[in-house]
């Protein structure tokens, strides 16, 4: 089975992951070569660099915004578990307790290694990163 990067086009041909499964349902995941350098002109590069760079801005101004409403709600809530609308009694938020059991992998492993192996699975990306270390002025023709 070949995976593209991106679904909606088409992959260069060394942009796949390869996922095979053996004969005793052991899956096999092998990453063919993906490498080298696109070069873009100066303008092309300030422009990805400021479009990302205003879109990472504003998606972090908006997640601090709604973190604070979200704070504003929880100190109104106090030991309330819902917030809800007078008159008609629609609830509008809930914060409710929850308690999350998960399986301890470290000791497991400690403790019972030939069983981790067992179940062990291995998956497959590619990385997004993005390497501006400065605002989009690094980019700017002087």
């Known amino acids: 089975m070949r995976i593209p990067w991106r679904t909606q086009q088409t992959p260069l041909a060394e942009d796949v992951l390869e996922v095979a499964a053996s004969a005793d349902g052991a899956v096999k995941v092998s ?3 993906i490498g080298g350098s ?3 002109d100066r303008d092309e590069a300030e ?7 205003d879109a990472l801005e ?3 101004a ?8 979200e704070d504003d709600i929880k100190d109104m809530l106090g030991h309330n578990a819902e917030l809800v609308e007078d008159g008609t009694g629609r609830v509008l938020f809930s914060w409710t307790a929850s308690v999350r ?3 301890d992998s470290k000791a497991l492993a400690a403790d019972k290694p030939s069983l981790v192996e067992q ?4 998956t497959a990306s590619r990385s997004f990163r993005q390497h501006l ?6 980019y700017a023709t002087n």
Do not use: D, G, I, M
């Open 31 to 33: 990453v063919e070569k």
């Open 38 to 40: 696109l070069p873009v």
């Open 47 to 53: 422009r990805l660099a400021r479009r990302y760079l």
């Open 58 to 60: 504003a998606s972090r």
């Open 62 to 69: 908006a997640e601090q915004a709604l973190k604070n409403v």
């Open 101 to 103: 059991e998960v399986l």
């Open 119 to 122: 179940y062990r699975r291995a």
């Open 133 to 138: 270390t400065t605002r989009v002025s690094k």
